[in-house]
T-cell receptor, first 114, second 115 residues
Framework: DAKTTQPPSMDCAEGRAANLPCNHS???????VYWYRQIHSQGPQYIIH???NNETNEMASLIITEDRKSSTLILPHATLRDTAVYYC???????????????FGSGTQLTVLP | NAGVMQNPRHLVRRRGQEARLRCSPM?????VYWYRQLPEEGLKFMVY????????ESGMPKERFSAEFPKEGPSILRIQQVVRGDSAAYFC?????????????FGQGTRLTVV
């Protein structure tokens, strides 16, 4: 399985952009990068996912390097409610071509400071 | 469009009793995943089901745990003869299909406490 490496914790000032890095150097060509977050033991919340192009939605932007070995999740204007554990996940594709389950690592604890 | 619904939100069971956790996927979703989160630990995959089929149960404990997703009704995670170590948050997620480009959405979980 492709593994991801994330810093265990980060701080960000309220109103500033939060940039969360993720390394996935063993990613395969057909594997997507997913980001989820978990706010204080609530259910994980889907944020965004991508394959090789940069993606943007109402929550965040995802920047994937050209070699796909790393990515960055950007929260453009962080608020206190964005304080959470953020998980970067590489979704493995099985031999049949179907996606396997999401495998959560330790994630990054993002703390947004007032 | 309602999200993934789990019930009960909180469940207290005495040691030796059975726990039944229910998960209703999002409308139109036929794939369900169950995860367990022990206190102060990460999310661990348990089982992946499609309607009437178990696709992957590699994360399920060998004994006392079972899961089903019938043609009609919610998915059920059943824990027989619960022990204190089963106390955890149990989350389910649902997705539209099996493609790697298909996001999964999680419910708010069931907190099981075994006393």
């Amino acid at each position: 399985d492709a593994k991801t490496t994330q810093p265990p914790s980060m701080d960000c000032a309220e109103g500033r952009a939060a940039n969360l890095p993720c390394n996935h150097s063993t990613i395969s060509g057909n594997e997507y990068v997913y980001w989820y977050r978990q706010i204080h033991s609530q259910g994980p919340q889907y944020i965004i996912h991508g394959l090789k192009n940069n993606e943007t939605n109402e929550m965040a932007s995802l920047i994937i390097t050209e070699d796909r070995k790393s990515s960055t999740l950007i929260l453009p204007h962080a608020t206190l409610r964005d304080t959470a554990v953020y998980y970067c996940i590489v979704r493995v594709v099985g031999s049949s071509g179907s996606a396997r389950q999401l495998t959560f690592g330790s994630g990054t604890q993002l703390t947004v400071l007032p | 469009n309602a999200g993934v619904m789990q019930n009960p939100r909180h469940l207290v069971r005495r040691r030796g009793q059975e726990a039944r956790l229910r998960c209703s996927p999002m409308k139109g979703h036929s794939h369900v995943y169950w995860y367990r989160q022990l206190p102060e630990e990460g999310l661990k995959f348990m089982v992946y089901l499609q309607k009437e089929n178990i696709i992957d149960e590699s994360g399920m404990p060998k004994e006392r745990f079972s899961a089903e997703f019938p043609k009609e009704g919610p998915s059920i995670l059943r824990i027989q003869q619960v022990v204190r170590g089963d106390s955890a948050a149990y989350f389910c997620a649902s997705s539209l299909g099996r493609g790697s480009n298909t996001e999964a959405f999680f419910g708010q979980g069931t907190r099981l406490t075994v006393v």
